[in-house]
């Protein structure tokens, strides 16, 4: 009866353990989370990478860049996991925060604004208008022209 007794009160205590230490387990935070440098801008594609700098206690589940024309974008917005931004418009204004999820949510960096590249029109040369031949004989003539543009290139 003793050992009866004595087994039944550890198996109560082991239990009464089991039960005490799960609910002094730190619940899940939100993660921390910072947005670093754009780089490489074209007129379609940018490059960006966060840094999760406090899991909140879980592990991650999601993580990545989300990015709008509006502030504050969400993962509801444009995302992606790699940190390689396509399908952008060209000079146009984005707004991008890194995120990251865990079991208690999901959390933004501070917002970076930047700008993709304006579609640049190439010229095919320089512009010139031709004045009217004059003085014309058998081996000479007079004539000359103005650079109205010069292509964007100085003229040699």
């Not at 204004?93 to 917002?111: D, K, M, P, Q, V």
Request: aromatic share 8%.
């Amino acid at each position: 009866m003793k050992r009866l007794f004595k087994n039944s009160v550890i198996v109560i205590f082991l239990f009464g353990i089991a039960i005490y230490f799960p609910s002094c387990m730190k619940e899940a935070t939100l993660p921390v989370v910072t947005t670093n440098a754009v780089s490489n801008i074209t007129q379609t594609t940018a490059l960006v990478e966060g840094t999760v700098t406090d899991d909140g206690g879980a592990r991650i589940t999601d993580i990545g860049v989300c990015w709008s024309t509006s502030p504050n974008p969400t993962i509801s917005s444009n995302k992606a996991h790699n940190g390689n931004i396509t399908g952008l418009t060209a000079n146009t204004t984005y707004y991008l925060r890194a995120f990251a999820t865990n079991s208690a949510g999901t959390s933004y960096g501070n917002e970076v604004i930047f700008k993709t590249k304006d579609i640049i029109i190439a010229q095919a040369g320089p512009i010139l208008t031709t004045t009217t031949v004059t003085s014309i004989t058998f081996t000479s003539a007079v004539s000359g022209g103005v650079i109205t543009n010069d292509g964007g290139e100085a003229i040699i």
